[in-house]
């Protein structure tokens, strides 16, 4: 019997074996033989020795070591630590090699478990890539009790709920369900659950990894998540009656679900006054549109429809295509293609040269390929407004979207004017339509119309104005004020 009570260390020694970080520390504890084991680079060994190691030794020394104190030892109630019995090798060894310490006494079955992880983290920074002139300055890190505590700090309420998971065969990571009970509906709640409930995967190193299983069309190029590094955004967006998933390791929270039109929203939209919130929504809106269709325009209506342009400027562009060599639509697929590798090139350069070769090697590119004569200087012109016009889209995943679909939008306008551009957007708004993110339409409030929701679309009224939440996430509590 005794042997097999004292095979609980030798099962958890046999499932460590080559982990050169483990610690088997003795420790004589009067009449009991104790053995610490923890992995020393993900522990807390100070926390370790003041609250565990020292607090044992003293009674030693103090020579108070009664049947009561080895009876509080046994069961744990004798440490200031929260404190769990462990009777399963499998379960000692998850938690161990996930930063707790485990306290074996000779001729116990089970093993005391301590949570004192101490994970390397960095400071909480400012925000880099949702940045705002005005509002809050702080951003999500990789651990995620930090980035709860931000989100705590913004949410007080009891309402404020969190569901945890386990994802991952081998990295057993932490991802976490939040949203605010009363203002979810419980139905997306549901299927959320339901879905990261079912994944069986060996690991997840990212909330992205998360997200191809939580859509409704996985396939479609258009994100139908929110990823954002703001803790405000993901607490106004909880407000609001949304979802969020966070996980351990990621500095980013996927919200859920999601319109077209809270994509080409940013948190900024909220801090300033209405009147410039509006009006930068109205030229992020313009120029989204730009960012997708100018060049397929320009391409379709200098080769097939010459008339609709005005003569002086036709001249123009006709005397600077004069020596080039390709037709409009191959011009623009090498310019558009050149752009592309310039901007990837930018972000993957150490970041001193990035900005600096992206733009200086897009100026002599562009310079050197209109004095070869390979590409005209109006096109050179188009493409980079178009370039300028796709940073302008708040979200990285959707402008990316855009991006990617320019391309075939641009075959269409090269091959059949300005029918197939049109073509191409009857088709993008069709398949935009009938899209769903969660259950929401996609293109709420536009499609279905609800009226009452272009509040915060187009435009954002003044916040006196808002008194009922966003119907397409709101629950029966739609009520957000009850000012006058």
């Known amino acids: 019997m005794k042997e097999m009570k004292e095979s609980i260390l030798l099962q958890v020694q046999s499932r460590l074996i080559g982990v050169a970080d483990m610690i088997y520390q003795p420790l004589q504890i009067g009449p009991l033989h104790c053995t610490l084991l923890y992995i020393q680079s993900i522990v807390d060994t100070q926390i370790m020795r003041e609250a565990i190691v020292k607090p044992l030794l003293e009674q030693v020394s103090r020579n108070e070591v009664g049947p009561d104190f080895i009876t509080q030892v046994v069961s744990g109630t004798f440490f200031s630590l929260e404190n769990q019995h ?19 006494i000779k001729g116990m079955s089970s093993m005391i478990i301590f949570s004192i992880q101490n994970y390397q983290k960095r400071s909480v920074p400012e ?15 990789e651990d995620i009790n930090v980035n709860m505590s931000l989100l705590r700090h913004k949410i007080k309420h009891p309402d404020f709920k969190m569901i945890k998971f386990t994802i991952g065969k081998y990295t057993k990571t932490e991802v976490f369900v939040i949203y605010i009970q009363g203002l979810c509906k419980p139905d997306i709640l549901e299927n959320v659950l339901t879905s990261l409930g079912e994944i069986d995967m060996d690991s997840s190193l990212g909330v992205s990894y998360l997200s191809e ?32 998933v966070m996980q351990d390791g990621t500095p980013f929270s996927l919200l859920i679900p999601v319109t077209f039109f809270s994509l080409m929203q940013s948190s900024e939209d909220y801090y300033q006054r209405f009147h410039s919130a509006s009006f930068i ?9 730009i960012a997708f269709l100018l060049p397929s325009i ?9 008339e609709i342009i005005p003569t002086n400027l036709l001249i123009t562009i006709a005397s600077a295509r004069e020596n080039i060599p390709f037709p409009a639509l191959i011009e623009a697929l090498i310019m558009e293609i050149t752009f592309e590798g310039l901007r990837e090139a930018g972000i993957r350069i150490p970041k001193p040269l990035g900005q600096t070769v992206s733009i200086i090697g897009g100026i002599v590119i562009g310079q050197a390929a209109v004095q070869a004569g390979i590409v005209s200087a109006p096109l050179v012109i188009v493409v980079s407004i178009t370039g300028i016009a796709a940073f ?17 939008v641009l075959l269409m306008g090269g091959t059949l004017g300005l029918f197939g551009v049109v073509i191409s957007i009857y088709l993008l708004y069709w398949y935009m339509v009938s899209m769903r993110s969660f259950g929401v339409p996609y293109m709420q409030p536009f499609a279905p119309l609800i009226l009452r929701d272009f509040k915060d679309t187009f435009i954002r009224v003044p916040w006196f104005m808002m008194k009922k939440r966003t119907k397409a996430y709101a629950t029966d509590n739609e009520r957000r004020q009850d000012t006058p």
């Open 213 to 244: 299983f939580l859509e409704d069309h996985p396939l479609s190029p258009f994100p139908q998540y929110q990823y954002t590094e703001r803790p405000d955004t993901v607490a106004a967006a909880l407000v609001e009656g949304r979802i969020g």
């Open 86 to 104: 462990r009777d399963s090798a499998e379960t000692l060894v998850d938690d161990i090699v996930t930063g707790n310490a485990a306290l074996y």
């Open 281 to 289: 929504r109205i030229i992020r809106l313009l120029f989204a549109v």
């Open 392 to 408: 302008i889209i708040p979200h990285f995943e959707l402008g990316l979207a855009f991006r990617l679909l320019r391309f075939p």
């Open 127 to 141: 925000s880099t890539n949702e940045v705002v002139v005005v509002g809050p300055q702080e951003a999500f890190i």
């Open 298 to 306: 320009y391409v379709a209506v200098t080769t097939f429809h010459p």
